[in-house]
């Protein structure tokens, strides 16, 4: 693990300056865990989650000269994520009004391709009640839930993440597992 | 969630994080509260169930190039120009410090401004009476074309001179000081 860090520091300072291979295999150690952090937040939707994946590592390029290690590296790719999904949402939401298209509520689930035809039902089918439960929620307790819930970040990973106090993180995130609960625990029981 | 139990929260943080530092206390808790033992069942079922169906199919190696190629083809921000600067920095300070020392020693060894002060009597008689003198020469080359009368010699001495004196004091000034 030790050895780990360390090799990861010495790929950072050779990305940093400028070692194309460097970058490379950082983005390669990290583009699985953005990927499934992505199409969380973009609500299981595989293809706007590859986008942001990209954009986030995109921006990471760029970015990474700025990148002074007090966080870690997965911690500043998720903020960086976090930043371009809230970006792209904003746009979204102007473009939304603009049309005045109402987005259907399963959104999404058109790219959502499963091997097997009846696994893939099942679960588009909890996709959708997940998706529907998420709609109570506000867009700060939908964000941490699904850092925290679905990705399974620590609370001060969440706090670092987005910039806020621990202690808002869990307000907010007790706040939403109750609506969360409310809505799906007879679902997750008989699941279960 | 209905119930209420002092140890309800700590009971969802000990789920969600899986470290806590009073992790035995809230445990044996749980053993004896048939509230925070529910909420600690449907919680944890609901979570696993929420992580298993939020969960995407992993990168196919299609995608995963996809996603790759694409980051590569990225036209990346040049730094090129800003780091040539920054090599030839030091290299343009010093040749501005080189090009202040020259500038400066030019200036010492272009001498003295010529003073009125440092003028001997003569010549500054020959300044103080600049105006009369040309008028003067004037008069005396129109009065040699009257008469055709050769120059007197004591004029002659004094415009020779001037004439020495002004050039000499065009050479010192270079050109600071225009008669």
């Not at chain 1, 049309?99 to 391709?113: C, E, P, Q, S, Y």
Request: charge should be positive.
């Amino acid at each position: 693990m030790k050895g780990n860090i360390k090799s990861e520091e010495i790929l950072i300072d050779l990305a940093q300056k400028g070692d194309d291979e460097a970058k490379a295999e950082l983005i390669k150690k990290y583009q699985n865990l953005i990927f499934r952090a992505a199409y969380r937040l973009c609500d299981f939707d595989r293809e706007a989650a590859m986008d942001l994946t990209q954009e986030t590592f995109l921006k990471f390029l760029t970015e990474l000269e700025n990148f002074q290690k007090r966080a870690s590296l997965s911690t500043w790719l998720y903020r960086i994520m976090v930043r371009e999904f809230l970006k792209e949402r904003r746009k979204a939401n102007l473009f939304r009004k603009f049309v005045k298209k109402i987005r259907a509520t399963d959104g999404g689930f058109h790219n959502a391709l499963e091997p097997s035809q009846l696994g893939a039902l099942l679960h588009k089918e909890a996709q959708h009640k997940i998706l529907k439960a998420m709609e109570k929620l506000s867009d700060k307790q939908k964000l941490i839930v699904k850092l925290k819930v679905f990705q399974g970040l620590k609370i001060k990973e969440i706090a670092e993440i987005l910039g806020i106090k621990e202690g808002t993180v869990k307000v907010h995130l007790f706040r939403g597992l109750k609506l969360l609960r409310n809505q799906l625990s007879d679902w997750a029981e008989e699941n279960g | 969630m209905g119930e209420k139990c002092a140890y309800l929260e700590k009971v969802i943080l000990l789920i969600l994080e899986e470290d806590l530092r009073d992790m035995e206390d809230v445990l044996n808790h749980i053993k004896i509260c048939p509230v925070c033992s529910r909420e600690k069942k449907v919680l944890s079922s609901l979570i696993s169930k929420l992580r298993e169906h939020s969960e995407p199919q992993p990168l196919t190696l299609s995608e995963f190039t996809h996603i790759t190629s694409l980051i590569k083809t990225h036209p990346k921000k040049s730094k090129r120009s800003v780091q040539n600067f920054s090599i030839f920095k030091p290299i343009l300070a010093f040749a501005i410090v080189i090009l202040l020392l020259l500038g400066t020693l030019l200036l010492m060894n272009r001498g003295p401004k010529p003073s009125l002060v440092n003028l001997t009597p003569e010549d500054k008689e020959v300044i103080e009476k600049l105006d009369l003198l040309r008028e003067l020469n004037t008069l005396e080359k129109l009065v040699n074309i009257a008469h055709q009368v050769p120059e007197k010699r004591s004029q002659r001495t004094i415009l020779r001179r001037f004439t020495v004196f002004r050039s000499n004091f065009e050479y010192k000034g270079r050109n600071n000081f225009h008669v």
